[in-house]
């Protein structure tokens, strides 16, 4: 026995080691399936139970040979995954990740279902193993201190060969390089005759393969019976360290993952065999704070596709002629009064506890599934963890409601609570908030996918070991049962009728404080940042800060319904009340109902939750509600229930369009003949002759390769200074680093003031103003909404104030909203007002973009490509109105543009840059005629060279 501390018995380091295969095997199928196409596949345990499912049914209801029963089921997983990607992945294939992760939730429902259709095997019995293998004829006792069992044995000889077998498939065959090459850039994969799809068809078989396998060896390890594995899973537990396992191989090495494997099940072993009773489970969440760490560190900045977390609606623009209808102007209003009165007859005519009880519930769900809705429809923060937040809230109002112990350091003095239900449920909204924010914090630089994992990763911890402590359940399995409220005349406790109507009550209130909260500039914020948090960051929005509000009123309203669902709880057991798997499936509500709407998630619930209550919960009625219908939901309405109600509505409005005479429209007066509607209100105190921009000696490298090479450039107070140069010559890259949109050596200062080191929206609050290339602004925004998010540079929304509804925010969204108005007017926009980006034009789009730089008052100008994706004629106008916009702001331009004519034209000075160092600088005519410039960028042909044309003003 080796003594270093802890007692490590031989025993003890193979058990882990064991352990530690299984778990590295299962890794390996994640980082396979996340590698090659991107998904993190959570139907992968549930596709290797129905290959469990179908062994044991051909093993001890047919009889059928161990060995070939164990190669069908491999086939059968492998046949399943690949029918899911034939059908389900491939016509996802170009959707965001986010639709295909949600995806696979669908088809583990499916999968899970297959197993429970297959005929029962009612022989009682372990799962088999191979012949002589069984416990009861194989035990090898290697030393005093070690024995090997055959179920052991078959783990460490199948895992090492399989884990062994696929990286050298992936290293050393065609196929495998096909797979690496397609990992690594589809698009160049394409080019060189790489079947994509293809490829993702294989790797899906073959990961459906290596989870049969894994199941199989798992199965009597876990002690599964032959007629308990249909239902088989990874369990919340184990999922917690395939996780932490394929986080430390990066998601890509299947070596890595076979190492980490061992070395975690090692450490768990030897941790619960070491520690006291009480604290075994509190390793769940020292693999929690791993894999937060982990992620953190390997984030990396831009690596989601673009628009990957949208799945709001869209919604068209109400026809002009329609809006002053007051019927079409309250819709939604209408929509909310109808759900919310079919919800108080239902109360009404609900007689049986039961049925109350469990419609309680479900309003419940409502309002954990609607804080999914703001914070992954609105600010793009796939969060896994709800349910946890909401088991914060649940337990937290047990603690201060029925005397539970708050541990204080040291037991220096003891401390209770006996409050009232009501003090207890502000409390714990803002017990959940604070732990929320915690979270947040630390996960600020990771997203997408990685921050779903680390927020489940907390889910599980939060379940398996926090959630039990003594301060919520008092030293018992269940925690003590919280009685409702009594209010003066009215008593709660009397009937669970009173107390649905409570709760409904909390919902409407909920509700409307969410929508109202999108109509301010912190819901059009959060959009933003989910959308382009660069762009956000150039209007001075403050990414960071509108993420963690996001967390944060997300963690409170899940508390909310936490502590609305523990209330009256007949019995209450936080592991079960609180499961992690609860989380998944709030946000599968969530998408069902409409993410990023606020009706949504109460559609959701009622099909999730609803349809059960009323028609049982079977297993088809489950599978219709949750698996079935969410993949066809995914697959033809990922808008969910409210793309559907918004194309009733679209259709009856275009009726109601149809049949009204059009009303006369002026024409729009161009910018150009109209006054500027809002003036600068910007003090600018830099000394005469200083420039307005001054970039020293910057340099910009990725990695090994050098994009800007000491640059320096000046842009005096008025000037427009042209930045020309090769595709790849780093102007882009030169624009961005003075943005503070990549990392930089060097100097930059804006208006006399070094900004070398802030972050990029303070520097743009500072006066910087930014035009990107390719004019994506936000998507999922209205030109009205962009436009006001622009606005708050002049006055910034507060988070109370908008949420309440009080003083200042009414007056700030009535100011804003007819500054731009009339910034629409000036620049012809009006007509698109309520247009959504994606559906405009790349010049409308620009023309947003110039009309946001004089929203957010900026008085030095960053322009890329301005014209880009511009027809010809449309980029003559931008000249005269780049010129026209830069007068009235009194600012200093830089303008990155291929169009030489256009950029010779308009520049006071121009910079050539090639590989990344300027040579040439001066003015157009002198940069025209520079032999570096001509043998460079303009070419030697005499009518390039005539095409830059001479500046005109």
């Keep these: 026995m080796i003594d270093i501390g802890w007692e490590i018995s031989q025993q003890d380091l193979f058990s882990g080691s064991v352990r530690g295969l299984i778990i590295a095997a299962l890794a390996a199928g ?377 541990p204080i350091p040291f037991d220096w003095w003891d401390w209770s609570f006996d409050l009232p239900w009501g003090v207890a449920m502000v409390i714990a909204v803002a017990a959940g908030m604070v732990t929320a924010f915690i979270i947040g914090v630390p996960a600020l630089r990771v997203k997408g996918l990685m921050l779903a994992v680390t927020t489940l990763a907390f889910a599980i911890a939060a379940m398996s070991w926090i959630f039990v402590q003594d301060v919520f359940t008092q030293g018992a399995t269940n925690t003590p049962k919280v009685i409702p409220p009594v209010w003066g005349p009215f008593d709660f406790t009397a009937s669970r009728k009173s107390f649905f109507f409570l709760v409904l009550v909390l919902l409407a209130l909920a509700v409307w404080m969410v929508a109202h909260l999108r109509k301010t500039g912190i819901g059009r914020m959060m959009i933003a940042v989910r959308d382009n948090e660069d762009m956000a960051a150039a209007s001075t929005v403050s990414g960071s800060r509108i993420k963690l509000i996001s967390f944060t009123l997300a963690g409170g309203l899940a508390a909310l319904g936490g502590g609305l669902i523990i209330t009256g709880e007949p019995t209450i057991n936080p592991q079960v009340l609180f499961n992690s798997n609860e989380s998944i499936n709030v946000i599968a509500i969530a998408i069902i109902g409409g993410l990023g709407s606020i009706a949504g998630p109460l559609l959701g619930v009622l099909w999730v939750k609803g349809i059960p209550a009323i028609f049982g919960a079977s297993d088809e009625v489950r599978l219709l509600t949750s698996g079935v219908g969410l993949l066809l939901l995914l697959m033809y309405f990922p808008g969910g229930f409210m793309q559907l109600l918004y194309k009733l509505r679209d259709f009856l409005l275009g009726l109601a369009d149809e049949r009204m005479a059009a009303r006369d429209a002026a024409m729009p007066v161009p910018a150009l003949d109209k006054p500027v509607p809002i003036t600068s209100e910007r003090t600018v105190s830099v000394e005469e002759g200083q420039p307005w921009l001054a970039v020293r000696n910057v340099h910009v490298h990725f990695g090994g390769k050098v994009a800007v090479d000491e640059v320096s450039i000046d842009v005096y107070q008025g000037e427009l200074v042209g930045l020309i140069g090769s595709n790849g010559a780093g102007k882009s890259t030169l624009m961005n680093a003075v943005s503070g949109f990549v990392p930089f050596k060097g100097q930059v200062e804006v208006l006399g003031r070094d900004i070398s080191r802030l972050p990029s929206y303070r520097r743009h609050r500072g006066g910087l103003g930014r035009g990107f290339q390719h004019a994506k602004i936000y998507p999922d925004l209205t030109v009205r909404e962009a436009l006001m998010v622009a606005m708050e540079a002049r006055d910034r929304s507060l988070l109370v104030p908008s949420l309440l509804g009080v003083p200042p925010s009414p007056g700030q969204e009535r100011r804003k909203r007819a500054d731009v108005d009339s910034l629409m007017d000036f620049v012809g926009l009006g007509r698109y007002a309520d247009h959504f980006i994606s559906n405009l034009s790349t010049g409308t789009r620009r023309i947003v973009e110039l009309a946001s730089l004089l929203a957010v008052d900026a008085k030095v100008l960053l322009l890329d490509e301005p014209t880009g994706g511009v027809a010809q004629r449309e980029s003559e106008a931008f000249g005269p109105l780049i010129r026209r916009i830069q007068a009235e702001l009194g600012a200093a331009v830089v303008v990155i543009e291929h169009d030489m004519p256009l950029v010779m034209s308009i520049s006071d000075r121009v910079y050539c840059l090639e590989a990344g160092r300027v040579i040439s600088g001066g003015s157009p005519e002198e940069v025209r005629n520079d032999p570096l410039v001509i043998a460079s960028y303009l070419g030697t042909d005499v009518r390039a060279i005539e095409r830059s044309g001479e500046r005109t003003t």
């Design 30 to 406: 994640f980082v396979l399936i996340y590698r090659s196409t991107g998904v993190l596949n959570f139907a992968y345990a549930e596709i290797g139970s129905f290959g469990v499912a179908l062994m044991a049914m051909l093993t001890f209801r047919y009889d059928v040979p161990y060995w070939l029963a164990f190669f069908l089921a491999i086939g059968a997983a492998a046949g399943f995954a690949m029918v899911t990607e034939l059908v389900v992945v491939r016509r996802l294939f170009n959707s965001p990740r986010l639709v295909l992760f949600i995806a696979t939730l669908g088809v583990a429902q499916l999968a899970i279902f297959a197993s429970i259709q297959l005929p029962d095997v009612s022989r009682p019995g372990p799962f088999p193993l191979p012949p002589k293998l069984t416990v009861q004829e194989y035990r090898w006792k290697v030393t005093d201190d070690l024995q090997i069992g055959g179920r052991e044995l078959l783990v460490v000889i199948v895992v090492p060969l399989v884990i062994a077998a696929l990286a050298l498939f992936l290293g050393r065959t065609r196929f495998g390089l096909a797979i690496r090459a397609s990992a690594e850039n589809a698009d160049t994969g394409r080019l060189f005759g790489i079947s994509v799809r293809r490829v993702s068809t294989m790797v899906w078989t073959i990961g459906g393969a290596l989870a049969g396998v894994t199941l199989i060896l798992l199965a009597p390890l876990r002690g599964f019976s032959a007629a308990d594995v249909s239902t088989a899973s990874l369990g919340p537990g184990l999922l917690l360290r395939v996780l932490l396992v394929a986080l430390i191989a990066r998601m890509r090495s299947l070596w890595v993952t076979l190492f980490a494997g061992i070395g975690v099940g090692i450490f768990q072993r030897l941790f619960q065999g070491n520690v006291d009773r009480e604290i075994r489970e509190a390793v769940d969440v020292i693999f929690f704070i791993a894999i937060l760490v982990i992620t953190v560190m390997f984030a990396r900045r831009g690596t989601e596709d673009e628009g990957e977390w949208s799945l709001s609606p869209k919604v068209k623009a109400i026809p002009e002629r329609l809006r002053g209808l007051w019927y079409v102007r309250n819709l939604s209003r209408f929509g909310f009064v109808a759900l919310f009165g079919a919800l108080v007859l239902l109360g009404l005519f609900l007689t049986k506890n039961s049925n109350l009880y469990t419609w309680t519930r479900i309003l419940g769900f409502a309002l954990i599934a609607l804080s999914v809705s703001m914070l992954t429809g609105w600010a793009g923060q796939l969060s896994l963890g709800q349910f946890a937040f909401a088991g914060v809230g649940g337990l937290t109002v047990v603690a201060l409601t029925e005397n539970g112990d708050i």
